[in-house]
């Protein structure tokens, strides 16, 4: 493992989805999950959103494109709450979950929407 990529992606990933997630999440790894985790960090955080040339909140947008395309809900909620963490606004939210409909379905589309209602509702909460 690149050591340089894994604290880049350390960071970035605690920027994006909160250091209390991540850091349970390591901690939670045992020796099964462990190698996965360390590298995802370093490859999809360090390498991947290590690589300034898309702003967060664009890489944002694209992977909850990507991921409501993949129909992954756990996933797309957890990158929903990244976004908003990186600017993202519930406009841009539908109008991301408008094209999911468009061009993935309308029943994937409102799995998005019961996912990002999800996460605004509990933002409005706190």
């Known amino acids: 493992m690149d050591k340089d990529f894994f604290d880049i992606g350390l960071e970035k990933r605690k920027g994006t989805l909160g250091?209390?997630?991540?850091?349970?999440?390591?901690?939670?790894?045992?020796?099964?999950?462990?190698?996965?985790?360390?590298?995802?960090?370093?490859?999809?955080?360090?390498?991947?959103?290590?690589?300034?040339?898309?702003?967060p909140k664009t890489r944002s947008m694209m992977n909850l494109a990507m991921i409501g395309a993949l129909g992954k809900m756990h996933e797309w909620e957890l990158h929903c709450r990244g976004a908003r963490n990186n600017g993202v606004t519930k406009e841009e939210i539908r109008a991301i979950i408008h094209v999911i409909g468009i061009y993935c379905g309308v029943p994937q589309a409102l799995e998005c929407f019961r996912s990002a209602k999800k996460v605004i509702e509990s933002e409005e909460a706190e």
Do not use: H
């Open 19 to 55: 250091a209390d997630y991540v850091e349970k999440n390591i901690a939670a790894a045992d020796d099964f999950t462990r190698p996965f985790q360390e590298a995802m960090t370093a490859w999809c955080w360090g390498f991947g959103w290590g690589d300034e040339t898309i702003d």
